[in-house]
């Protein structure tokens, strides 16, 4: 059974830093491109970060470059969000999601992506 179970959220003022984990079970991490993605209340999912198989390159949406930095441990089984300087805009729902395509090949819907953890809340006041 597979599991992405995603953890670290929490309330931060804003200008703080967050870390956020997604422990995976049940699947071998390394044959996976490993995402994040965050949904505002009343909005839609939204593409935040991707890093490829190896943790060579990754990907960020403009909102969060400079701020956000995604990584992994294959041998872990685990993919980190440091979120930094945090605003309130980025308070949202922050979901793990893996999908079996190379880094390049960024699904474009919601169902390329293969498994999804149940979410961790993120919130930063001003």
């Known amino acids: 059974q597979v599991q992405l179970v995603e953890s670290g959220g929490g309330v931060v003022q804003a200008g703080g830093s967050l870390r956020l984990s997604c422990a995976v079970s049940?699947?071998?991490?390394?044959?996976?491109?490993m995402n994040w993605f965050r949904q505002p209340s009343g909005k839609e999912r939204e593409f935040v970060a991707r890093?490829?198989?190896?943790?060579?390159?990754?990907e960020y949406t403009d909102s969060v470059k400079g701020r956000f930095i995604i990584s992994r441990d294959n041998a872990k089984n685990t993919v980190t969000l440091q979120m930094n300087s945090l605003q309130p805009e980025d308070t949202a729902v922050y979901y793990c999601?893996?999908?079996?395509?190379?880094?390049?090949?960024?699904?474009?819907?919601?169902?390329?992506?293969?498994?999804w953890g149940q979410g961790t809340q993120v919130t930063v006041s001003a």
């Open positions: 999601a893996a999908d079996r395509g190379p880094v390049a090949a960024r699904p474009t819907v919601l169902d390329g992506y293969q498994y």
């Open positions: 049940g699947l071998t991490l390394s044959s996976f491109t």
């Open positions: 890093i490829g198989w190896r943790g060579t390159i990754t």
